[in-house]
């Protein structure tokens, strides 16, 4: 078990900064409040590498924490060596001076799993392979995250207490995007781009804010590349829709649309169509099929008609299977009792559309993103578990701002 005192001490110093420096914290709300979110997500944090060490043996994130504690042990040797592990280019040729220490990680050929090593690498400098305290700084790390999407939503909404709520209303987004994985990382790096373009829709071209959205999009390509596959045309939608006094609406819809038509023919990224990435990444969750909860998932063909015909097992997949997991599950009843409230929260989200939120570019932008991220996992992802975990990324984007609707301004 790691040392206790050091994650203490971090968390109490993060917990003196947020309540001493307003830039860590959101206005609206007391001071108090954003410390005890961060303290609570540290300490999920550390029950996430536990629960992942008692029940998965690790699980990935503990071959992250190994991975970054190898490179940590190159720089008392070979400093070049930590230099080259934690900033260059992966998947290269193996060659004598790295082949040691590439032999005994296990994600040297996986780019966005390896940002996750990276980042453990450096947090070693703090923490000196305490597991717990790099739980700590990943924690940070998803809190900043929070905190900006609170930054970029509140000029929108009257009540700021309703924002807070929206991003954090559901116990699986605490949990999942705390812990030392993709998802805290991405929720950073795709919130930046978002509160980026909520500035440019508030404040004009701003370079400060476009450098926001390229750094975000850059960084949460690293991570999870379908995710900015999925917000470019929303982004696009959102620079247009302000030429429309009405019906911005439809120009979301049509920007998904012809990014649907136009990417069925055209190869992007590893010479593919769209469709056939997302073909791609079925397979390669079809493949991956482990544990209790796994699903039926019809292979997809990657053509418009694939896409449709798939589609509502995917919506069932998302919002009817989890009901059906198992349950010897380990987390049978907190996973049933988080999926029913995320339905009533929905649903009542949906009973709060006004007019004005209609008409609020950003909020669109979180919506649409949401639920094509929601769509998107259901039509690839073959296993109950899986979705509800990769979903806590989608569940703020699309709650806060339905939730939000009765009083957006």
Not at 334 to 351: E, K
């Amino acid at each position: 078990m790691p040392t206790l005192l050091l994650p203490i001490v971090y968390t109490a110093l993060l917990g003196l900064a947020v309540y001493r420096w307003p830039r860590l914290r959101g206005q609206g709300i007391p001071a108090w409040v954003w410390v005890a979110i961060l303290v609570i997500k540290c300490g999920l944090a550390i029950a996430y590498i536990e629960l992942h060490r008692e029940l998965y043996n690790g699980g990935d994130s503990g071959a992250y924490l190994r991975d970054g504690q190898i490179i940590f042990n190159t720089l008392t040797q070979d400093p070049l060596k930590y230099l080259r592990f934690t900033f260059g280019r992966i998947n290269t040729e193996i060659t004598p001076w790295l082949a040691k220490e590439i032999d005994a990680m296990g994600f040297w050929k996986d780019n966005s799993a390896y940002m996750i090593v990276r980042f453990n690498a450096l947090a070693n400098l703090l923490t000196w392979g305490n597991s717990w305290a790099n739980g700590v700084l990943m924690a940070f790390v998803s809190y900043c995250g929070i905190l900006l999407l609170y930054k970029a939503f509140k000029p929108l909404v009257s009540n700021p207490w309703l924002v807070l709520g929206g991003l954090l209303c559901v116990p699986s987004v605490w949990f999942w995007t705390s812990g030392v994985h993709k998802e805290a990382l991405a929720l950073f790096t795709l919130s930046l781009a978002f509160y980026g373009m909520a500035r440019i829709y508030l404040d004009g071209w701003l370079p400060k804010y476009m450098f926001y959205v390229a750094i975000g999009l850059a960084g949460t390509f690293l991570i999870r590349d379908f995710l900015v596959l999925l917000l470019l045309p929303l982004l696009l939608a959102q620079v247009l829709s302000p030429v429309f006094n009405s019906g911005r609406i439809w120009v979301y819809i049509a920007a998904i649309s012809i990014t649907l038509l136009v990417g069925s023919f055209v190869t992007l990224v590893n010479n593919q169509t769209i469709l056939q990435q997302i073909a791609g990444k079925q397979e390669q969750f079809t493949a991956l099929r482990a544990g209790h909860s796994n699903i039926p998932l019809a292979d997809m063909e990657p053509t418009i008609s694939g896409l449709t015909g798939n589609l509502s097992q995917a919506l069932y997949n998302q919002f009817v299977a989890p009901f059906t997991m198992p349950k010897n599950s380990h987390l049978y009843w907190p996973a049933i009792i988080d999926h029913a409230w995320f339905l009533v929260l929905l649903v009542a989200g949906l009973a709060s559309i006004r007019k004005p939120l209609l008409e609020k570019p950003p909020l669109l932008t979180a919506i649409f993103f949401g639920l094509l991220l929601i769509i998107l996992i259901g039509l690839i992802v073959p296993n109950v578990g899986a979705i509800l975990r990769y979903r806590s990324l989608a569940i703020p984007f699309l709650l806060m701002p339905l939730l939000a609707g009765r009083k957006v301004v």
